[in-house]
T-cell receptor
């Protein structure tokens, strides 16, 4: 199994541009989530999904959209990039939300917005 | 807002010593998890402790949970250079379908 994969690894955007960060998992996990990690801030939840067709907002959803049309994929869209969105983005998945399960993390996407 | 607060923010010890990190949180939880992050990498799950458990062990790791004090500790015994990493606690609040992470403890093991 490849686990959780993310593309691209690095990206530089200009302010106002849009882009999609890709996330895929091959473990048939129900639950998927997106976090951003800023220096000294730990991880903050952007959006999450408890199954295909179901998404919800986390702590910091503004400026980001998600959709979950399949179990495997959970793309994160930046609508109009801003310098404040410069961060490292992590996608994670877990077997199910019910009963407490460990999350598996992807390697991250380092995004710089100039 | 961050649910978990970790202490200390940074810890530097000699190889072979024990390392203890603490996590405090604010609301009732279903479970608390600890993760490790090596520099530039994604997080890796270490251990999960449920709200009705007080202590769990996994290899050189020992986690305790005190729900009355809303705190947890992670003990790494006989530390090794490979344990150098950042360690995060994450809490699943009651009724919530998400984990909330602390800011992490940066652990450095000196040879």
């Amino acid at each position: 199994n490849a686990g959780v994969t993310q593309t691209p690894k690095f990206q530089v955007l200009k302010t106002g541009q849009s882009m999609t960060l890709q996330c895929a998992q091959d473990m048939n996990h129900e639950y998927m989530s997106w976090y951003r990690q800023d220096p000294g801030m730990g991880l903050r939840l952007i959006h999450y999904s408890v199954g295909a067709g179901i998404t919800d907002q986390g702590e910091v959803p503004n400026g980001y959209n998600v959709s979950r049309s399949t179990t495997e994929d959970f793309p994160l869209r930046l609508l109009s990039a801003a310098p404040s969105q410069t961060s490292v983005y992590f996608c994670a998945s877990s077997y199910s939300w019910r009963g407490g399960n460990e999350q598996y993390f992807g390697p991250g996407t380092r995004l710089t917005v100039t | 807002s961050q649910q978990g607060e970790e202490d200390p923010q940074a810890l530097s010890i000699q190889e072979g010593e024990n390392a203890t990190m603490n996590c405090s949180y604010k609301t009732s939880i279903n479970n608390l998890q600890w993760y490790r992050q090596n520099s530039g990498r994604g997080l890796v799950h270490l251990i999960l402790i449920r709200s009705n458990e007080r202590e769990k062990h996994s290899g050189r790791l020992r986690v305790t949970l005190d729900t009355s004090k809303k705190s947890s500790s992670l003990l790494i015994t006989a530390s090794r250079a490979a344990d150098t990493a950042s360690y995060f606690c994450a809490t699943e609040k009651e009724g919530a379908q998400k984990l909330v992470f602390g800011q992490g403890t940066r652990l450095t093991i000196n040879p």
